[in-house]
C-alpha cells in the first residue's frame, strides 16, 4: 500500500477509516485515523482500499460527508433484482456503477458499505459478492420481520412495566405475558427453569439483579403475585385453571343434562335427609337418614353424591378429575376436581333440591356390626344443611324434634364401640384448620367433637358395605388396606400422658395405608375390608369405585377391568401425593406467618414427644393452635411437660422459626 491510501480497518469491531503513513516491521503498517491517532495494523486488517487517488487524515471526514449520502439500503434490493436471475457477482465499484452510474471513490467505497453490511440481498465470495436466491431472501426477510416485531414488543411491555410500576393500570398484551410466564418460572425455579431469557433481560433492562428473588420481587410489584404467592403449588404439576373445552363440556351439562343411565332410580324423597360439613364447605358429598322399618327395625341410610349422573368414564370431565386426582384444600381457597359450577352445584346434595345419589342402606345388630345392607341408585331431598356445630348443639340438648339425628348418633357410638371390640385403633389429635381471607389469617382447632365421631363412623359404615358388597360380587374397586402396626406394649403407653401425648406415640408407629384391588384388613379401622366411596365429587378414587358399583348394579358390564383400575389406582396416587404435600406445605408456610404476626403472644405448649433426645429436640404442640412445631431446649423437660413460648422470629418463606421458653432467655430454633 503506498502512503496516503486510505483504508477501512476494525477496531474493537467499529468500522475506521485511516490513511496509510508507513511500514511496519516486515508486515504492518501504520496508519492515522482523522483524530490524528496512529494505528499498527495488519494487512489482515484492511477490510476496504479506497482506489483512485490518495488522502490526507484530515480529508477523513469530508470523505464520509460525501458516502454518507448514498447509504440507503433499501436501494441494494434494486440491484439484487437485476442481478438474481442470472446470479452474477458484483464487487463494490460494479455495483456503485449499477446504483449510481459513478465508480468515484466515495461512491464505491459507499456501495462497499451496503453490500458489507447487508444480511439479506447478497452473500460475500472473496472480494465478491453474489446474491442470495429468492426462496432465501423471503426467509431472511421473514426473520428480519420477526426479529423487528420482537423489538418493538419488548420495548412495549418495558413501558407497560414501568407503568405499571409508577401505579398505573395496564392491559397486558399475548405477547406480554409470554415474556412475563418467564419471569414467572424463573422466580420460581431459578437457574433450573426453562427459557429463563426473557425473564434476565426484562431484569437486566430495569437494572434489577438477575436473581429469581428480584423476579419474584418484581412480580409481586407488578401486583400479579401477592408477597404470599404460593411458591409450592406453582412448582408442583397441580392445574389451578380448567380449559375452556372443559368449561364448555361442563356448562353444556348444566344447560342440557345428559341422559341418565340410571333410570329406576330408588324413590328416597320421603326421607328427612341431614347434611353435615363445616360451614365453609362447597362440595356437599354426603347425607344421612334414619327409616323406621314395619318390624320397628331402624335402618341407617348413607347417602353419597352421585357425579357419575353428569359425566362417563373416558368423556372429558372424567379426564380431566383423572388429572387433577382430587380436589386441594389450602387455607386461601381449594381447587376443585370438577368444574365449580358443577362440584358445587348438581352433583352436591344441595338443601331442598332432589338429588341423584349413591345410598347405603344399613341395619346393626345389637352389637353395632352389620346386619344386613342395600346399595341403590337414589333421589334423595336433603332437608337440613347442618354445620358440626350444629349437630353438637342437637346432641348436646337433646332437641326432641330431631329424634333421627339422635338416633343416628347413638347408632355411631355403638359403631365405634364395636370396632374398638374389634381391634380398631383411635388416634384423637387436635388439627389445626386455617383460613386466609383478605390477608386475614385464622386458625380454629378442630377437635375430635361428637358430631365429627358421628359423620366418620357412618362414612366408613358406608365403606365398609361397599367394600362387601364389592368382595361378594367380585367387582375391582381400590380398597383401602393396612398392616397390624407394631404398637409398643401396654404398661409403657399408659405411662405416657393421655391425651395429644399418648395419641402422638401410637401415631408413629402406624404404617401407612395402601391400595389394592385385592380386598385385606385395614388394621386402624379394625375392618376386614374397606373403600373410601364417600367423597366422589373430590377424590378420583372414590369416583372410581362410584363407576364400578353403579354398572355392576345396572347389570351393565364393569367399565375397568381389575388391572385397568390398578394403572389408574398408581397414576392417581402420584398425583395425590403431590396434592397432599403441597396442602402440608402451604398450611406450614401460613402457620408461620400467622406467628409471625403474633410473635408479641404467649403460646401453651405440650411437649409431645423427642425428635432428637441426643440434641434435646422435641416436638412441641401448641394447643391453642393445633400446630406441631420441633424445638431445641437447652434446659430439661419431658414429654407431656406443658410449657410457655414466645416467637422470636419467624421466616415463613425460609421455612423457619425460632422460640423462646420463658423459663429460657437463649432463644431456641424449630
Known amino acids: 500500500m503506498d ?3 486510505l483504508v477501512e480497518f476494525r477496531l474493537h469491531g467499529d468500522r475506521r477509516l485511516a490513511v496509510v503513513d508507513r511500514p511496519e516491521g516486515k508486515k504492518n503498517w501504520i496508519v492515522v485515523d482523522e ?29 464520509l460527508k460525501e458516502v454518507e449520502n448514498y447509504l440507503d439500503p433499501s436501494s441494494l434490493e434494486v440491484a439484487w433484482e437485476l442481478l438474481v436471475e442470472d446470479g452474477e457477482t458484483v464487487d463494490p465499484a460494479a455495483m456503485a456503477q449499477l446504483l ?36 432465501l431472501v423471503a426467509e431472511l426477510k421473514h426473520q428480519q420481520e420477526v426479529a423487528r416485531l420482537k423489538q418493538q414488543e419488548s420495548q412495549e411491555l418495558f413501558s407497560r412495566i414501568q407503568c405499571a410500576l409508577a401505579g398505573e393500570k395496564v392491559e397486558w398484551t399475548n405477547s406480554d405475558r409470554a415474556r412475563l410466564d418467564a419471569l414467572e418460572r424463573y422466580a420460581v425455579f431459578g437457574e433450573e427453569a426453562t427459557h429463563r431469557t426473557p425473564a434476565l433481560e426484562i431484569l437486566s433492562a430495569l437494572g434489577r439483579p438477575n436473581t429469581p428473588q428480584a423476579a419474584m420481587d418484581l412480580l409481586i410489584e407488578l401486583q400479579l403475585w401477592t408477597p404470599h404467592e404460593n411458591l409450592f403449588l406453582r412448582r408442583s404439576q397441580i392445574p389451578t385453571q380448567f380449559s375452556h373445552k372443559v368449561l364448555e363440556v361442563a356448562q ?146 337433646g332437641v326432641p324434634g330431631e329424634a333421627e339425628i339422635m338416633a343416628i348418633a347413638a347408632s355411631a357410638q355403638l359403631r365405634k364401640q364395636w370396632r374398638r371390640s374389634q381391634g380398631a385403633i383411635s388416634i384423637s389429635m387436635p388439627e389445626a384448620s386455617i383460613k386466609v381471607y383478605e390477608d386475614e389469617i385464622t386458625i380454629a382447632v378442630l377437635t375430635d367433637s361428637q358430631a365429627r365421631q358421628l359423620v366418620a363412623e357412618m362414612m366408613i359404615l358406608a365403606g365398609e358395605v361397599a367394600a362387601r358388597y364389592s368382595q361378594v360380587n367380585n367387582v375391582p374397586v381400590p380398597f383401602r388396606t393396612q398392616p ?52 366422589p365429587i373430590r ?83 401448641l394447643e391453642e393452635l393445633g400446630l406441631e412445631m420441633a424445638m431445641r431446649f437447652n434446659n430439661p423437660v419431658q414429654p407431656g411437660d406443658r410449657i410457655e413460648l414466645k416467637v422470636t422470629y419467624a421466616d415463613p418463606r425460609q421455612d423457619v422459626v425460632h422460640f423462646q421458653h420463658l423459663l429460657e432467655t437463649a432463644t431456641q430454633t424449630a
Not at 459507499?110 to 447478497?122: E, M, N, P, Q, V
Not at 403460646?603 to 432428637?612: A, D, E, I, N, S
Request: hydrophobic share 35%; glycine share 6%; with cysteine.
Open 35 to 63: 483524530r490524528g491517532q496512529s494505528h499498527t495494523i495488519h494487512p489482515r486488517q484492511v477490510t476496504y482500499e479506497v482506489q483512485g487517488q490518495t488522502y490526507k487524515p484530515t480529508e477523513i471526514p469530508r470523505f
Open 252 to 397: 353444556a351439562c348444566l344447560i342440557s343434562p345428559p341422559i341418565d343411565p340410571d333410570t329406576h332410580r330408588l324413590d328416597l324423597t320421603h326421607l328427612k335427609v341431614y347434611t353435615i360439613d363445616d360451614e365453609s364447605t362447597q362440595e356437599i358429598d354426603d347425607g344421612l337418614s334414619l327409616e323406621t322399618l314395619p318390624d320397628g327395625q331402624q335402618r341407617l341410610w348413607i347417602h353419597i353424591a352421585d357425579p357419575t349422573r353428569w359425566l362417563s368414564p373416558g368423556d372429558e370431565l372424567d379426564l380431566e378429575a383423572r388429572r387433577r386426582g382430587t380436589t386441594v384444600y389450602l387455607p386461601t381457597g381449594m381447587i376443585s376436581m370438577f368444574p365449580s359450577d358443577l362440584a358445587t352445584g348438581p352433583m352436591s346434595l344441595k338443601q331442598g333440591k332432589t338429588c341423584c345419589a349413591l345410598s347405603f342402606g344399613v341395619t346393626l345388630d345389637a352389637a353395632g356390626a352389620i346386619a344386613d345392607y342395600t346399595l341403590h341408585a337414589s333421589l334423595i331431598k336433603p332437608t337440613y344443611r347442618l354445620t358440626y356445630d350444629d349437630v353438637d348443639e342437637i346432641l348436646e340438648l
Open 484 to 535: 397390624q402396626p407394631e404398637l409398643p406394649p401396654e404398661e409403657e403407653l399408659m405411662q405416657l400422658q393421655a391425651g395429644p401425648v399418648r395419641a402422638c406415640a401410637i401415631r408413629r408407629c402406624m404404617p401407612k395405608s395402601e391400595m389394592s384391588i385385592t380386598p385385606a384388613r385395614h388394621a386402624s379401622l379394625a375392618l376386614e375390608g374397606y373403600t373410601q366411596v364417600t367423597s
Open 100 to 135: 449510481f452510474s459513478d465508480t468515484s471513490p466515495p461512491l464505491a467505497y459507499a456501495a462497499h458499505c451496503l453490500l458489507f453490511d447487508d444480511k439479506i440481498y447478497f452473500k460475500q465470495k472473496g472480494e465478491a459478492y453474489e446474491p442470495r436466491s429468492v426462496t
Open 539 to 621: 377424590r378420583y378414587t372414590d369416583l372410581l369405585a362410584h363407576f364400578q358399583l353403579k354398572a355392576h348394579l345396572r347389570g351393565d358390564p364393569l367399565p375397568f377391568t381389575g388391572e385397568q383400575l390398578q394403572e389408574l389406582m398408581m397414576s392417581v396416587t402420584s398425583t395425590t401425593q403431590e396434592a397432599v404435600l403441597v396442602e402440608r406445605q402451604t398450611n406450614r408456610y401460613w402457620g408461620l406467618e400467622f406467628l409471625r404476626r403474633h410473635s408479641d403472644e404467649v403460646w401453651q405448649g405440650l411437649v409431645l414427644r423427642w425428635l432428637r433426645e441426643h440434641e434435646n429436640l422435641a416436638l412441641v404442640l
Open 3 to 5: 502512503k496516503g491510501t
